[in-house]
């Protein structure tokens, strides 16, 4: 990014090297002073240092350039859940503990993501790839649920999506209200990743999973 002066009375010019990449490293910016709903678009192009006009050559409006940045967190979230998960390794448990600590992780390191992700009230249908992106994080988590679940008889297998459901709502629930990185996470007496582990630790143990399931 540089600015360009010509002589005295001359009028100030900038040129962008990545427009698209300086809007969306302005919207997390003004995620984590503002929420993601608290910005417009021209808060953006202002806080990328371009006119009002400049954005619309790479976004529709705002809600695209929020649909953007939420598709950017979701893939960088598969990636950690799926390192975390590493195919169920050493065991399906061990490594569902692991999941669910990443996810806390990633809240922590990652608020203004975190909360593009899941506080911008896009409408998924009117943004696929965003949805695509929701989707295949979700899956890890459903795959490993589908792990844990095949260590239990066949008649006691509870369905695979329902436990990926609770367990999202918990860990989502852990993550948003205790384990953020900013100004909205709750104070509370243990550490975030400590709570988790003892509600997961309760809802396995409720289910019959033992603590070395293995496929």
């Known amino acids: 990014m540089t600015w360009h002066k010509g002589g005295p009375g001359a009028r100030r010019g900038y040129h962008h090297g990545n427009l698209r990449e300086a809007l ?56 950690v859940l799926s390192r975390a998960w590493n195919a169920g390794k050493p065991n399906p448990r061990e490594a569902f503990e692991r999941v669910g600590r990443a996810y806390l992780d990633f809240a922590r390191r990652e608020p203004a993501l975190f909360s593009a992700m899941f506080e911008s009230g896009l409408p998924l249908a009117s943004y696929p790839e965003l949805q695509e992106a929701g989707e295949k994080a979700f899956a890890v988590l459903r795959e490993a649920c589908e792990a844990l679940a095949a260590t239990l008889p066949p008649e006691r297998r509870p369905p695979a999506l329902m436990m990926a459901l609770h367990i999202w709502s918990l860990s989502h629930g852990i993550a948003a209200l205790f384990g953020r990185g900013d100004a909205a996470r709750r104070p509370i007496p243990m550490a975030p990743e400590e709570l988790l582990e003892a509600a997961i630790l309760i809802y396995l143990d409720g289910l019959g999973v033992p603590p070395d399931a293995s496929r």
Not at 34 to 60: C, L, N, Q
Not at 64 to 73: E, T
């Open 24 to 79: 969306v490293a302005a919207a997390l910016d003004l995620i984590s002073k503002k929420g993601a709903a608290g910005f417009t678009f021209a808060d953006a192009a202002r806080a990328a240092g371009v006119s009002p006009a400049a954005p619309y050559r790479h976004f529709r409006d705002r809600d695209a350039l929020m649909a953007d940045v939420a598709r950017r967190g979701f893939e960088s979230f598969t990636d």
